[in-house]
């Protein structure tokens, strides 16, 4: 219990502090505007109407966080108790569409990671030439171009899903390519020679040492390339004129002043970085521990 | 057809030159060469590939015309330049980056607070905050200052839990060694703390060299005066004018190229004695 305590209580401190501010910030940011509208209505604020006003506007500066779990249950769980889980209203089809093209994007990204590192690890004019302008690519700050890739495979007839998954596999490539080209090369020069004095061939260097030893170091990458994989996702849906995914919703939310509408979204799409990457950690623990690697 | 036939020469070329430089021992030279050999090899063939196939410049504009078009706009450029980069992404992060970096050295006292904000930080560094965009235009305005708070934000959680992480970076017998000094807390922070932090402390700083570009330029999309490097992407896309957007492109590479260069060399100037930095 003590150790529970130990480690939890800290995590609950903080995040009783974060809501604790986050209602504070609510009273203050939202005070201005509540003051004003007794004033046009020739009414004196106590505090407790004060207070009670600023968790309960419709576009506040910044909404409670009861307001944007209310508007998150109300698309969410509401919905698909009417039997409505995927009209267009709900956030659970935004998400859906954030979530596939995140997923193919991540799954884009990784396999040409992979390719890409096998490349370099086992080609030095690869290595040579290439792993250069992968690092380089990255100062590119690839979402500012974001809006013209979807616009140029819109215009040659390629819409949809796969425009926004290049902008998420352009994001989620680079923690794997760099990722792998130290995990496939952490055998030591010890264990190299051991594959050499079995006249293992390089296939089966590769298959047998090279690779299982790299899958620590994969799924600490593939952890950064969800997460990046995501924000390209929903960059990605910001040009395409707020159609649809949790990425438009800013947008129409922002175009509308919507902010608890915003709030939501982003409250939502939080949530599913946390289950993606969550998720990739859980099948981490597993691998590894079947493969005896956990410590 | 011959422009086609050139883009594949070029490429046999260029991977020809980069075979035979790669299987020399490596020295400074080649190191330079072979990447830059690699580059220019790919533009030729883009250049190559856009008359030879008849791409229509709408699509992509070939390199040729992306340069004419960067040296016909230099103005527009700096004044996205100074609007975006210097107002927008330079004030945010160092206003990021030394807020994070005093908090960290201030909860690095009390273990209570680390053992809380570790793991809300690492959890918030892995979160979209991209989309806190659109709220802080709402709160800030159009102008430069919500796009520093943008980057103020992306960058806050990456560099305070590095330094978080290097100011633990310390063992026993270093601190114990202090102790025997009769050193006090100022003291170990200055002279033993903070410099075997540096190598964690510079890591959060490269980072969020990109993060506070992205940051700055994706803040542009959700409104901005007309001015700026995002405003000149999203219109120009909208107009067609794909090889202002290039160009645009260009100077956003170079800008990040040369920020998070300049901060490595920083960093190769302060932690000189790290194994990392000595190979």
């Not at chain 1, 604790?20 to 004003?36: K, Q």
């Not at chain 1, 998420?168 to 264990?191: N, T």
């Not at chain 2, 520093?148 to 978080?164: C, G, R, S």
């Not at chain 2, 992205?214 to 107009?239: C, D, L, N, Y």
Request: aromatic share 10%; hydrophobic share 55%.
């Amino acid at each position: 219990m003590a150790r529970v305590w130990y480690r939890l209580g800290p995590i609950l401190t903080v995040v009783i502090a974060i809501f604790v501010l986050w209602y504070a910030g609510t009273v203050a940011l939202n005070a201005p505007w509540a003051h004003d509208k007794a004033k046009r209505a020739g009414v004196e604020l106590s505090f407790s109407e004060l207070v009670s006003d600023t968790m309960s506007q419709q576009k506040p500066k910044l909404p409670a966080p009861h307001q944007v779990g209310q508007e998150i249950w109300k698309t969410t769980g509401a919905m698909v108790a009417k039997g409505r889980a995927f009209s267009k209203r709900s956030l659970l089809y935004h998400s859906m569409v954030t979530l596939s093209s995140t997923l193919l994007g991540f799954a884009l990204g990784t396999a040409l990671g992979i390719a890409l590192a096998v490349g370099i690890v086992y080609n030095r004019t690869m290595d040579m030439s290439v792993m250069p302008w992968v690092i380089a690519s990255q100062t590119i700050p690839i979402l500012a171009i974001a809006p013209m890739i979807i616009v140029v495979l819109n215009a040659i007839g390629i819409s949809g899903l796969l425009p926004k998954a290049v902008i998420s596999m352009y994001l989620s490539f680079f923690p794997v390519v760099v990722g792998m080209v130290k995990g496939l090369r952490s055998p030591d020069h010890m264990q190299l020679d051991q594959m050499k004095t079995w006249f293992a061939t390089r296939g089966q260097e590769f298959w047998k040492l090279r690779l299982p030893s790299s899958m620590p170091y994969l799924f600490t990458s593939l952890k950064i390339a969800m997460a990046a994989s995501l924000v390209g996702a929903i960059v990605g849906e910001l040009p395409t004129g707020a159609v649809a995914g949790l990425g438009a919703r800013l947008l129409a939310g922002s175009y509308y002043g919507q902010t608890i509408q915003i709030w939501s979204a982003l409250i939502t799409a939080a949530a599913l970085a946390a289950a993606l990457v969550g998720l990739i950690g859980l099948i981490q623990t597993m691998v590894l521990k079947r493969m005896g690697m956990v410590r | 057809m011959i422009w086609i036939v050139a883009g594949f020469a070029a490429w046999a070329i260029g991977w020809w030159v980069n075979v035979q430089l790669s299987k020399r021992p490596k020295t400074r030279a080649t190191g330079l060469a072979v990447p830059a050999i690699f580059g220019i090899t790919i533009i030729v063939i883009w250049e190559c590939m856009v008359h030879g196939l008849e791409i229509s410049p709408v699509l992509l504009p070939p390199p040729s015309m992306i340069a004419a078009r960067f040296a016909g706009s230099t103005g527009i450029l700096w004044q996205d330049f100074v609007q975006t980069v210097i107002k927008g992404a330079l004030s945010g992060y160092i206003l990021g980056c030394g807020a994070a970096f005093l908090i960290a050295v201030l909860i690095d006292r009390f273990p209570f607070l680390q053992r809380g904000l570790l793991p809300v930080g690492n959890f918030v560094a892995a979160l979209p905050i991209i989309g806190m965009a659109p709220i802080l235009v709402m709160w800030f305005g159009f102008d430069w200052q919500s796009k520093a708070a943008v980057v103020v934000v992306m960058v806050f959680f990456p560099m305070l839990v590095n330094t978080v992480q290097g100011l633990q970076a310390t063992d026993h017998m270093q601190r114990d060694l202090m102790r025997t000094y009769a050193a006090n807390y100022m003291q170990t922070l200055l002279k033993l703390r903070l410099p075997a932090a540096m190598p964690f402390i510079f890591n959060g700083l490269k980072i969020a060299t990109t993060l506070a570009l992205i940051g700055a330029i994706v803040a542009e999309f959700f409104g901005s005066p007309i001015k700026g490097m995002g405003f000149r992407i999203s219109t120009s896309v909208g107009q067609l004018a794909l090889d202002l957007v290039w160009a645009e492109i260009v100077v956003a590479a170079v800008v990040g190229s040369a920020f998070y260069g300049g901060v490595a060399l920083l960093e190769k100037a302060v932690t000189f004695w790290h194994p990392s930095q000595r190979g």
